[in-house]
């Protein structure tokens, strides 16, 4: 294994390779960034077309644990940045806290998206898998005849794009484990904090699109 | 003329000639600049080829007027393109007022159509010469498209909406007609045949056939059937407005907006009639969508056409409910 | 240095980096980038076989109007994988992952790219969706056409479209990593004294590519994931009687496949602005120009997707915003055509084979452009749309553009690759042969096309035979042109005369280093003094100088 700042081959300076590190992970979040940008794309032109029962589907989503979710993934950046603070001023001992609670975080929205979806499957809200909206109001259904099937529009869209955010916490947190397990060695200095930047980097990114996520899915109509 | 020129179809409508033309044009600017590239190449290859195996080039970087040249003039060229396609196109997609209608249907792997006295024909097409002919299309799976290569004339046919085509032949004849967007095992045998006829010929031929039963009246028979005459009285006095003349009028709404009453606004209000309430009127009408075929919509439409004669209510107050 | 010494390399340097390490572990796990530009070019030589062996079959069946080779659903499975297989796993990676990821650390002065594990990952990645589209090939194939029309491919399709969506998602990632790469690479690797404007224009044709590679890819990615669910899970995205809008489709999907055809031809035009200045002996003209051309390429071609939507039921403000912006993209790869044939005003001009395949480029390249103004222009297209002119238009971009651009890099830079020269007398021969047999193969589809057979047709009325017939005489030819070139590649490579650092010779840094190169690049970093393509300030290219040879009148 490498040790502390060690000059990968390919690079000329250390400087060069920090350079080309930072580059390159705000390159792969601008894929993200398209990626992502899709799926957004297809809900903000089905929630147009179908704005009643995309409401009523919303509502149907638990906004405590989403707004819970949304406190702790804030949370997980506040600590993300003390980490990064951290690995620049030398606290090794105190950067390994962060990171730690910084994951612990990330655990804790997974776990309180696992008790989501399971609620879902409860109330036959997974798309393909005996999907059965629950019963509307005479003068809603009447807005919407086809109120089931863009209710599903709506979860489909909900599954695939909190789904994907879930899949990016993931990785997110096996980043995380390699990042701890590399501070406890002692591995970050001011002079090499690398990693610990652009996990930071990546870490935001999956915190901004939940940030957009949110909203976007949760909060439709709440007042009505 | 078809075997003479095996390089164009057969111009048979309106468009074609301009088609051709603006083609035309294409065509010789495309060989001007073709030819002037590969002349240059030539004459560079043969007035400067290495004489001596360690010789270079003059050096020369760069022109900047030179660049301003080649981009300003391929610009121009390129926006006359434009502006004529753009007409044409804009031709294509305005239809004029007083068409022959004529539905269209496609699935896989046949065209149905559909005359406007209701006589049906299959993978065939029979319209007079010099009248102009809109196609109203619609398909019952997948995208289809149909393409009348002697008309210059094309469009997709899409599950869900209505599409619409325009033209006027201008030549007699038996003209192909393709499935020209790929659906499936079938596409390419899913055409068949345009037939132009005089109009004394299309007149004769219509009235010769037995026919299927007056759209219209079918249609009157499903208004009647589905209740819709319960709601839509020929007064103003019903829970909906009343129809007689709706068709091509224009619809004040509920939102303020206004519409016009064509073929796509009375399917919507057929399948989702809360999409677009009428001024003055409730949202009261269940939704027929799920309950009717595409067949059954063309016929109500077809019978709400032939309402145009009624004369049409005054629209009711503004604030005044209906219940 | 003789090339004619008892020992097969003599004359070769002595340590490089094809005899640096042996076994199939060294090249498999190998992060340099010089090997992994050769395990591409062997995969994507292999997709470039299935999708082509297709293609003879399709022109086999269309010598007759009722087409007696393959069924009806097998021929359009043909026309499908042939699309797949040429426009995913080989058009898209065929420069910028053999070429490029050989040639753009060496042609910047650096060791490698800036991430060589991500490096290999991307082909580890290409294979794998290379694998599902096997499978998919396996397992019934594909028939929805390369475009994956809704609603056919996701609900009526009977054919293998999971796999080889999977698939082509898969390799979307490999794409997108090589574009992270090449722009990490070129904006913070490059060699002292190498600023922006000393760039090789085959550079700069790569980062503009890389942008594409970036920002296009994912949103197709997620298209085709749309498709996959709706076809497992029974989702409506795009299924009309479930409230979904089956042109929401082709927006998302031509959102991509339009940057992608430029993914697939600015890398060959990057090719093209190498080869005729070497062959001219004379800097190109208009430097700037065609940098900023490649560029000017690459955003204009993400605001035009909508053309290929014409008759798709679309406003008429849309198709003619759409219309508009597709005449603008044209300008700039004018200029850049304009530019390299005033490079070759006044050169000294040979005629070796990576010439030819770039003069063939312009010639054909200009040819399909123009046609694509045809298309661009509304009152045409709605009459040609779908139909063969639109297939003849894109061949003759991708095929006479894109290939011969891969051919004649492939030419060009062979001599560094493996170190010899192939036999050129031979090359040149192929060269004629396959810009024949293109010619005679793609040019009676325009005609076809005004008169008005559609693609992807099985079968075809009888007036249309004649054309068919020369089409597919054409197609024997070029296949001739084809194999010729895979034949005495692979004998030079054993064979072929010693080539020395800079046989032909050129102005690039990848020409200062041996050949084949060492595996860290050069024995010292360089450091550049040199203006792209300055002939008349490199006395170290052995040509001529003041007082000997004269050059061409100076202006």
Redesign the interface.
């Known amino acids: 294994m490498h040790r502390t700042g060690e000059l990968y ?4 300076t250390l400087d ?1 390779q920090r ?2 590190a930072s ?2 992970m705000w ?2 979040l ?3 960034i ?2 992502f ?3 957004f ?2 809900y903000t ?2 929630r147009a ?2 704005a009643v029962a995309f409401a009523e589907a919303s509502r149907e989503l638990n906004v405590h644990m989403g707004g819970a979710n949304t406190a702790v993934l804030i949370l997980s950046s506040f600590t993300m940045a003390m980490g990064v603070w951290c690995s620049q001023t030398g606290r090794k001992k105190l950067l390994v806290v962060f990171l730690i609670a910084t994951l612990a975080l990330g655990g804790v929205f997974l776990g309180v998206k696992y008790f989501e979806y399971a609620e879902k499957f409860h109330h036959h809200l997974v ?2 898998y005996d999907f059965h909206f629950p019963d509307v109001k005479p003068e809603i259904a ?5 109120i089931n ?2 209710a ?2 709506f979860f ?1 869209l909900y599954f ?1 794009m909190t789904g994907l955010h879930a899949l990016h916490m993931i990785v997110g947190a096996g980043l995380l484990l390699w990042l701890i397990a590399q501070a406890a060695k002692g591995r970050f200095t001011p002079a090499y904090n690398t990693p610990v930047e652009i996990v930071g980097l990546y870490w935001h990114f999956v915190d901004i699109i939940w940030i957009f996520l949110f909203p976007l899915l949760y909060l439709i109509d709440r007042h009505t | 003329m078809q075997s003479q020129l095996p390089l164009l179809p057969e111009q048979a409508s309106n468009f074609a000639g301009n088609v051709d033309a603006l083609m035309l044009y294409l065509l010789i600017v495309s060989v001007f600049f073709s030819a002037l590239i590969t002349g240059v190449i030539v004459y560079c290859f043969l007035k400067f080829r290495r004489k001596h195996p360690r010789e270079i080039g003059a050096s020369i970087q760069g022109s900047v007027p030179l660049e301003a040249v080649w981009t300003v003039i391929p610009f121009l060229l390129s926006m006359l393109m434009f502006g004529w396609g753009a007409s044409i196109y804009i031709n294509y997609r305005t239809a004029p007022k007083d068409t022959l209608d004529i539905y269209v249907i496609g699935k896989q792997w046949m065209w149905k159509l559909q005359q406007p006295d209701g006589r049906r024909e299959v993978n065939e097409l029979h319209i007079p010469a010099n009248r102009s002919i809109k196609l109203i299309l619609g398909s019952e799976d997948v995208i289809h498209d149909f393409f009348v290569p002697a008309f210059r004339v094309k469009m997709d046919v899409i599950p869900g909406r209505y599409t619409t085509m325009w033209f006027r032949a201008t030549k007699t004849g038996r003209y192909h007609f393709f499935c020209s967007q790929y659906c499936g095992t079938n596409h390419a045998v899913m055409g068949g045949w345009v037939t132009v006829m005089e109009p004394a010929e299309y007149s004769a031929w219509l009235s010769g056939s037995s026919g299927e039963a007056n759209p219209a009246a079918v249609g009157a028979k499903l208004f009647e059937q589905l209740a819709c005459n319960s709601c839509h009285l020929s007064t103003d006095q019903g829970r909906g407005p009343s129809l007689n003349g709706v068709y091509g009028s224009t619809v004040k709404l509920s939102d303020g907006t206004r519409v016009v009453a064509d073929d796509a606004y009375i399917r919507e209000s057929i399948l ?1 009639p ?1 999409a677009k309430i009428v001024l003055g009127y409730q ?1 009261l009408m ?2 027929f ?2 309950l009717v075929t595409e067949e059954q919509i063309l016929n109500l439409t077809e019978y709400i056409k032939s309402l145009q004669g009624q004369p049409a209510p005054p629209p009711p107050a503004p604030t005044a409910g209906k219940r | 240095m003789s090339p004619t010494a008892s020992s097969p390399t003599a004359g070769l340097p002595r340590a490089h980096y094809l005899n640096q390490a042996y076994g199939i572990r060294s090249w498999l796990l190998t992060t340099d980038h010089k090997r992994i530009a050769l395990l591409y070019l062997a995969t994507v030589t292999l997709f470039f076989f299935i999708g082509g062996s297709f293609a003879v079959m399709i022109r086999i069946h269309l010598l007759t109007p009722e087409g007696y080779l393959v069924t009806p659903e097998t021929y359009n499975k043909l026309f499908t994988m042939h699309g797949v297989a040429m426009i995913f796993f080989f058009l898209i990676p065929s420069i910028p992952a053999v070429l490029g990821n050989f040639l753009i ?1 060496l042609m910047i002065g ?7 594990k991500i490096n290999l990952l991307s082909w580890y990645l290409y294979i794998v969706g290379g694998a599902f589209f096997i499978y998919s090939m396996l397992t019934g194939g594909l028939d929805t056409g390369w475009t994956f029309y809704t609603p056919y491919s996701s609900i009526y399709s009977n054919s293998a479209v999971t796999p080889a969506i999977l698939g082509i998602f898969i390799n979307g990632f490999s794409s ?1 990593l090589t ?3 090449f ?3 070129i ?3 490059r060699a002292p004294g190498m600023t922006w404007f000393r760039l090789p224009l085959f550079v700069w044709a790569h980062y503009a590519t890389s942008i594409i590679f ?6 197709i ?3 085709l ?2 498709v996959g ?1 709706e076809r ?6 795009f299924n009309p009687q ?4 089956p042109v ?1 489709f082709q927006h ?1 999907f031509w959102f991509y496949s339009h940057p992608a055809v430029y993914i697939m031809v600015l890398p060959a035009m990057g090719v093209v602005s190498e080869v005729i200045p070497t062959f001219s002996r004379k800097a190109i003209f208009g430097y700037h120009f065609v940098a900023a051309a490649s560029l000017a390429i690459a955003v204009i071609g993400f605001l035009v997707w909508a053309h290929h939507m014409f008759v798709a039921g679309q406003s008429t403000y849309a198709a003619l915003a759409f219309s508009l912006l597709s005449f603008l993209v044209a300008i700039p790869s004018a200029v850049k055509v304009f530019n390299w044939i005033a490079t070759l005003y006044k050169g000294s001009i040979s005629y070796d084979t990576p010439m030819l395949y770039a003069l063939g480029f312009i010639g054909l390249f200009t040819i399909g452009g123009l046609t694509g103004l045809f298309l661009a222009s509304l009152g045409v297209d709605v009459h040609v749309h779908d139909t063969y002119f639109v297939v003849a238009h894109f061949h003759y971009i991708m095929v006479g553009g894109a290939i011969m651009g891969y051919l004649g890099g492939i030419h060009f830079w062979w001599p560094k690759i493996t170190g010899r020269l192939y036999p050129e007398f031979l090359a040149r021969i192929a060269a004629i042969i396959l810009f024949s047999g293109f010619n005679l193969t793609f040019f009676p589809q325009f005609i076809l096309g005004y008169l008005g057979m559609p693609r992807r047709y099985h079968t075809y009325p009888p007036e249309f035979q004649v054309l068919n017939v020369l089409s597919t005489a054409g197609a024997s030819i070029l296949a001739v042109g084809y194999l010729l070139p895979m034949l005495y590649l692979t004998w030079a490579m054993r064979y072929g005369k010693v080539a020395g650092r800079n046989p032909w010779p050129a102005t690039g840094l990848e020409w200062q280093t041996e050949s084949p190169p060492p595996t ?1 690049n050069f024995d010292k ?1 360089p450091e550049v003094t040199w203006e792209p393509y300055d002939f008349h300030h490199r006395p170290d290219l052995g040509l001529a100088s003041p007082g000997l040879a004269p050059a061409r009148g100076d202006d």
């Open positions: 081959g390919q690079f000329q060069q350079e080309a580059l390159g390159v792969f601008i894929t993200e398209m990626f940008g899709g799926l794309l297809a032109i089905n077309i179908y798309p393909g009447a807005q919407d005849p086809y099937a863009h599903q529009l489909s695939g | 989702n809360k949202p269940p939704a969508q799920g | 650390p650096a060791k490698d790219l800036a991430f060589p997108i574009g992270l790469n722009v990490v690479t904006h913070t690797m970036i920002l296009g890819t994912p949103v990615a997620i298209a994931l749309l669910l497992i899970f029974h989702i409506g995205f479930m409230g979904g809008d929401l998302l860290e970093t």
